[in-house]
């Protein structure tokens, strides 16, 4: 297994270093292909190209004509299966995080939760962990086939960060947690209800720029796909690069224009402020984006939206 996890990383690599020559002769091509569609002349410095290039053209389809970029490869097949989730956390968490990322695991579906302490804990899928770091965890993860592993750290009982990471290979993507307000914390118990199983629709609001796309991803195949009468809503709403979590059900009372909206909570916001190209136990892993301290300097600048 150990040999195989690094030939097919290896593979990744391989693809993603080729990204750069595929780019250069899809410019080439579509250079051709637009002076051959407006009649103009073939750019000079693609004249003697120009015979190969077209019997290139020729014969591309519109799943070839675009090159593929590691990013598709990242999340090549997660539609072709339910994601699976491993939640967990920092070493010796406190009670109040532990009551969080146990609400997590209700948020998101298939998702299995491992305490980090120094007792033996073991997980659905019969594999033992004691205190393991975190490269011990993501290589377990990879042997039982889990998509995803979501950590959440803490400061001072605080829940104050989530990392997701995607696997085998990346992306992962840190995030800051502010104003968390968990089902544990609202007292009114019967207005909030009971936490349904069912899969949510999701709702992402303003995530229009690539980075903010990129982002909406990272999030979106943290769920399976639902069904289409479902009464579950997940939403990630966007405003100023904050996102906002918030989890509501429906009720249909009187017909379809008497639908009662109802959080059920947990709630609490997201701040991005780094994309990896690797797994989180990849200390050498290239950074795609990452946010610096003069990004700040400026209150009208936007990553996440236009």
């Known amino acids: 297994m150990l040999r195989r996890n690094i030939r097919m990383r290896r593979e990744y ?3 993603k270093s080729l990204e750069g020559k595929e780019r250069l002769l899809y410019e080439k091509k579509r250079k051709i292909r637009e002076a051959l569609q407006e009649g103009k002349p073939i750019p000079t410095e ?3 190209e120009e015979a190969a290039l077209r019997r290139e053209i020729d014969l591309e389809d519109e799943n070839t004509a675009v090159p593929r ?3 598709d490869d990242e ?5 072709e299966k ?3 989730i491993l939640l967990t956390t920092s070493r010796d968490p406190s009670a109040p995080l532990q009551q969080f990322v146990k609400e997590l695991s209700y948020v998101f579906p298939n998702a299995q939760r491992m305490n980090r302490g120094g007792q033996v804990v073991t997980v659905t899928v019969s594999f033992h962990l004691l205190s393991l770091v975190i490269s011990e965890i993501i290589e377990s993860c990879r042997a039982h086939d889990y998509t995803d592993v979501v950590l959440v750290h803490e400061h001072r009982g605080v829940p104050d960060g989530l990392i997701v990471c995607h696997l085998p290979y ?3 993507a840190y995030f800051g947690l502010l104003n968390v307000v968990t089902r544990h914390e609202i007292k009114d118990k ?3 209800g009971t936490m349904p199983e069912a899969y949510p629709h999701l709702i992402f609001d303003n995530f229009s720029t690539k980075l903010g796309e990129r982002t909406a991803n990272i999030l979106k195949y943290l769920f399976p796909v639902p069904k289409p009468d479902t009464k579950r809503i997940v939403t990630f709403s966007n405003q100023s690069d904050y996102v906002s979590f918030r989890h509501h059900i429906y009720e249909k009372h009187g017909g379809p224009k008497s639908i009662e909206l109802k959080e059920i909570g947990p709630r609490f916001e997201l701040r991005l402020y780094q994309i990896k190209l690797g797994t989180v136990d990849q200390a050498e892993a290239q950074i795609e984006w990452v946010i610096r301290p003069y990004m700040n300097t400026s209150k009208k600048r936007k990553f996440l939206s236009d």
């Open 13 to 15: 690599l391989y693809r």
């Open 46 to 48: 693609l004249r003697n």
């Open 69 to 71: 970029t590691h990013i």
């Open 75 to 79: 999340y090549a097949h997660a539609a």
């Open 82 to 84: 339910d994601p699976k």
């Open 170 to 172: 990346g992306p992962t």
């Open 190 to 192: 019967k207005a909030i």
